[in-house]
Structures are given as C-alpha cells and as structure tokens.
C-alpha cells in the first residue's frame, strides 16, 4: 500500500502479523478438538497424548514438546530426543515406537493430518528415546508441521480395532 507513511505500513504489518497469530491459534485449538472427537470415535478417547514432538508458544515461537531437543545429521533427516518419563494416560510409558508409528500412520492411513506430512519418508525409533524422521527431500519447514502429528501408542495405531474390541463390554 503505497500511499502509506512508513510508521503506518509498521502498523498495519504489527495488526497484520497478530491476526495471523490469532488465526493460527484458533486453527490449533479447533484441530486439538477436532482430534478428540475421532478418538472417541474410534475408541482411543482415554489413550490420546494429544502432543506433537514440539508445538508453538503463544508467540509463534517453535518450542520442544515430546522431544526435548533435535538435531539434523544432514538436510533430510531429523534426530529427536524425547522426555524421559511420558507416559500415556493409561500409564503406559511414551516410547520412539510410539512416535515412529503414530507419523508413519498418519501419513499412510490417510488421517486428517497426512498433508502436513506429505514430505516425510520414513520414521523409525532408533532406541526408545530417540526417533529419526526423514523427508523425500530437503525441507526446512518440517518442524512446523510436526506440531500436528499428535502420538497414539503405537499398539493402537497397528490395530485400533483389536484395542477398540478389548475395550467393548461384553
């Protein structure tokens, strides 16, 4: 916009920068309630992390989440360390197995979140606080996405109708 005065354009890109914020947050909020609604669905309501291997702050800044850090060998792949200590809500420890099945079934399952993960090749625990991802191809913006591949145990993702028929009554 031309006819703007510099401190104005420094304005109007502020407002412009918050309403991005703000949206992307409401997009969070409504994925989160969105992934609650299809656990139920499927029987898996009690065993959801609901957590990504980072997330955002409310400043849109990257922040750790299951993984404590990362790292990258190369400009492909992706090393990431999780917290020792998760566990599920069934007490079930949080294990890389865990992480590696839960992004590998999204991506091939066709789960709401499969286009954020479109670029991954392959993810595979390397021990069981460690999980390597890597992509088809050098892709800088992988960690943003990585906030929506929300972990299940991996024994629910293999077979969540043998998990669901356990579960059932009678």
Known sequence: LA?????QRLFYGQVQGRTYANMFGMIERYIGVKML??????????QVA?????RFDSQLRL????????E?????????????????????PLRAADVAASIMAAKQRGWAVRDYLRAVESARALDE????????FP?????TKLQWAFVLP???????????RAAWPG
């Open 3 to 7: 006819f703007l005065t510099p401190p």
């Open 63 to 70: 922040q750790p989440a299951l993984a404590e850090r990362w």
């Open 37 to 46: 609604e299809v656990s139920r669905e499927h029987g898996l309501g009690d």
């Open 50 to 54: 609901l957590e990504g291997l980072v």
């Open 72 to 92: 990258n060998p190369d400009d492909r792949t992706y090393v990431f360390h999780l917290r020792p200590g998760l566990r599920f809500s069934d007490g079930r």
């Open 139 to 143: 892709y800088q913006i992988l960690l």
């Open 154 to 164: 991996a024994e629910a993702v293999a077979e969540p109708w043998r998990q669901l």
């Open 129 to 136: 606080l460690r999980v390597e991802v890597r992509t088809l």
